[in-house]
Structures are given as structure tokens and as C-alpha cells.
């Protein structure tokens, strides 16, 4: 990526990155573990930050911030700085579903740096204080949960009976 190399910690990773408006890469940031872990969502701030969406297994770092997984594998969410291209925040779903028990796949931010996720668990996932139970058992749900500015979760909606992939704003 430029002048810049990557190299994955696991089996594969996430990563994002920013090219100017000469079409030239500026920055690339990269997460992950020794699991799979998938990158899915992207939204852009508007003071240039960037929040990304996925899903991780086990643990992951997202620059100097480790997740660790609840059950076989989570979602997440993480902020990075536009600028420096280091990660400003990482947060997580938690849950005891297995078989890639929950993952992010759309992400919408706001001006005021609040977003929402949107994406897939099986058995249950939490969101904070609040905890998702599936409705049809073994079927997985979707969901979609906000988070404000410093990646603190606020809420997240009631299960659907299939996957939330996109979020229109």
C-alpha cells in the first residue's frame, strides 16, 4: 500500500485504507488475530475519521486495543483517526453463540460521530447492558445497535428474523 507493508496475524484480517484526491494511497490500518476475522462496513466521519465493521474470532488487536471473544466469534466496531491512522477505539459485541456467533456487516455514521451497526448473531449477543436473544432458535437474527462517538453502545434493536446487510440513511 504505497510505502507501506501489512502482514496478517492470523489466518486473515482487516484492514482500511485512505487514498487523497490525486488518486495516491495516503495510510492503511490493519486488525486482527490469530482467527478469522472479516471486515465488512466503512463509513466516513466528517471530521475524516473512519469506522469500520466485521466480525473477529478469538482475539483481536485493533492497533494498541485487544478484543477478546465471549463466545466462537464477535462483531465489532472500531473508530480510526484520519489523520495519524491510528485506532482512537474498538468495542465489541458479546455473546455465547459458536460457529461465527456474530459479525458486522453495515455501518452508518452520523455528523455528530454517533453509528449504527448493522449485522447477524446466533443464541444471543450483547450490546452494552442490553442482551438479544434469538427468536427461532439455531436460525440466527439480525440486528442493529448505535453506539455514541466514543464507541459506547446505546442501543440495539430486537432480533429480525434475517440478517440486517444494509442501513439506509
Given at each position: 500500500?504505497?510505502?507501506?507493508?501489512?502482514?496478517s496475524?492470523?489466518?486473515?484480517?482487516?484492514?482500511?485504507g485512505?487514498f487523497?484526491?490525486?488518486?495516491?494511497?495516503?495510510?492503511?490500518?490493519n486488525?486482527?488475530?490469530s482467527?478469522?476475522d472479516?471486515?465488512?462496513?466503512v463509513?466516513?466521519?466528517?471530521?475524516?475519521?473512519?469506522v469500520?465493521?466485521?466480525?473477529?474470532?478469538?482475539?483481536?488487536?485493533?492497533?494498541?486495543?485487544?478484543?477478546?471473544t465471549?463466545?466462537?466469534?464477535?462483531?465489532?466496531a472500531?473508530?480510526?483517526?484520519?489523520?495519524?491512522?491510528?485506532?482512537?477505539?474498538?468495542?465489541?459485541?458479546?455473546?455465547?453463540?459458536?460457529?461465527?456467533?456474530?459479525?458486522?456487516f453495515?455501518?452508518?455514521?452520523?455528523n455528530?460521530?454517533?453509528s449504527?451497526i448493522?449485522?447477524?448473531f446466533?443464541?444471543?449477543?450483547?450490546?452494552g447492558q442490553?442482551?438479544?436473544?434469538?427468536e427461532?432458535?439455531?436460525e440466527?437474527?439480525?440486528?442493529?445497535?448505535?453506539m455514541?462517538a466514543t464507541?459506547a453502545w446505546?442501543s440495539?434493536?430486537?432480533p429480525?428474523t434475517?440478517?440486517?446487510?444494509?442501513?439506509p440513511v
Open positions: 500500500f504505497g510505502n507501506k507493508s501489512i502482514t496475524t492470523g489466518n486473515s484480517d482487516v484492514f482500511v485512505q487523497n484526491t490525486k488518486g495516491e494511497f495516503d495510510w492503511v490500518a486488525a486482527g488475530g482467527g478469522d472479516y471486515g465488512h462496513g463509513a466516513i466521519l466528517s471530521d475524516g475519521d473512519v469500520i465493521t466485521g466480525g473477529f474470532e478469538q482475539s483481536a488487536d485493533f492497533g494498541k486495543i485487544q478484543l477478546t465471549q463466545g466462537s466469534s464477535d462483531a465489532f472500531a473508530r480510526i483517526d484520519g489523520t495519524t491512522e491510528s485506532f482512537v477505539w474498538a468495542t465489541q459485541s458479546e455473546g455465547s453463540g459458536s460457529d461465527r456467533s456474530a459479525r458486522g453495515d455501518v452508518a455514521s452520523w455528530d460521530g454517533t449504527a448493522a449485522g447477524y446466533r443464541n444471543n449477543a450483547q450490546f442490553t442482551r438479544l436473544d434469538e427461532v432458535a439455531g440466527g437474527d439480525g440486528f442493529m445497535a448505535t455514541d464507541g446505546l440495539p434493536s430486537s429480525v434475517s440478517p440486517v446487510v444494509d442501513i
